[in-house]
């Protein structure tokens, strides 16, 4: 099956952004506007590949790579493959699971590279079993967790399907004579990065680093899809959001609210007409972002309160070239890499 399959490297915008269009579960780390980014602030090298099984499109990846003389190097594969769907939905688990035999094959033991996957599969469709049978090895028991809001409801429906209390503290909010200001400018991202970085500090937990919330702001040519909102009180800013479109997905990335916009409850407000926003812009989806009940109990409460769609991802994995040498420098690059 493998030797059916053929990768053709692409370097041009519209040409991907083109198949993510034929795509399901699109994401902003298989975006053009991602790989750029990460070039840009960090060094990896962004390959965007169409995968082809008898010489017909079966799907695509984004990798990252940072090649390392006389060692290989490092292929990265975040929330990918993307399959092109097709009438025959019933076979998308077993087109992932072709496609992640040939990475292997291609990454490993053609470009003698360690792969660091984590693939946009959520845990019901495949099993850890059938990726250890392909070569694959967890590393994280982490996985990742989203919800995901369907903006093609009506509004009236939006908001019927918000949790009682999350509806009553919006009603509450919208009370509060809040007015919203949007500020997509450069100025307006360096205030919203200020608050939110002190608040990671405060609140001690870790989220996109401001480096590369700007370099994605920079090279996104739609500025449109780029949406900064605030929520002013007695002219005075209490709370704001950044939310990013990508082809039919928006993700909301930076949160940040006040000790008087918690008064005021303006982070209700601010997402609520977040979604509105981008419903009205014609995006189909909404992602809410990570939760994690350990980690972030109140995110993770205010987050489910939306009534959305939640999902878990089957999680990370590893695949390394054959040798105890290859294996030793597998764990010593996990030890010092933050994955993204």
Not at 96 to 116: D, P, T
Not at 196 to 217: D, H, Q, V, W
Request: proline content about 3%; aromatic content about 10%; charged content about 25%.
């Amino acid at each position: 099956m493998t030797a059916d399959i053929r990768i053709l490297t692409l370097e041009n915008k519209k040409e991907w952004d083109d198949l993510l269009f034929r795509c399901n579960n699109i994401n902003l780390l298989q975006s053009w506007e991602y790989g750029e980014a990460k070039r840009n602030t960090e060094g990896w090298i962004p390959v965007r590949s169409l995968l082809l099984y008898l010489n017909k499109p079966m799907g695509v990846v984004q990798t990252l790579i940072k090649k390392i003389p006389l060692l290989g190097g490092i292929a990265r594969i975040n929330r990918a493959p993307l399959i092109i769907t097709t009438e025959h939905e019933s076979s998308i688990a077993n087109t992932v699971v072709q496609i992640l035999r040939f990475l292997r094959y291609y990454w490993v033991e053609q470009k003698k590279m360690i792969l660091f996957i984590a693939p946009g599969i959520v845990q019901c469709e495949i099993n850890e079993k059938i990726l250890n049978k392909i070569g694959y090895h967890r590393i994280d028991k982490n996985a990742w967790t989203s919800i995901i809001i369907d903006l093609y409801s009506d509004e009236a429906i939006l908001r019927q399907s918000l949790r009682q209390k999350w509806r009553n503290l919006l009603n509450k909010s919208e009370r509060m004579g809040l007015t919203l200001e949007l500020d997509n400018s450069n100025d307006g991202l360096s205030f919203l990065m200020s608050r939110y970085n002190r608040m990671m500090t405060e609140k001690n937990f870790a989220g996109p680093s401001e480096k590369l919330i700007r370099e994605i702001k920079n090279v996104t040519s739609d500025k449109s899809s780029v949406q900064i909102m605030f929520a002013v009180k007695n002219g005075v800013r209490v709370g704001g959001i950044f939310v990013l479109g990508y082809i039919d997905t928006c993700h909301y990335l930076i949160g940040w609210n006040s000790p008087e916009g918690r008064i005021f409850q303006s982070n209700y407000l601010l997402l609520w007409h977040a979604i509105l926003l981008f419903k009205e812009m014609g995006y189909h989806w909404f992602d809410l972002g990570g939760i994690n009940e350990k980690l972030t109990p109140g995110i993770t409460h205010f987050k489910r309160g939306l009534g959305g769609k939640e999902y878990t991802l089957i999680g990370e994995y590893e695949a390394c070239p054959q040798g105890i040498f290859a294996l030793l420098i597998g764990r010593i690059i996990k030890l010092g890499l933050k994955y993204s």
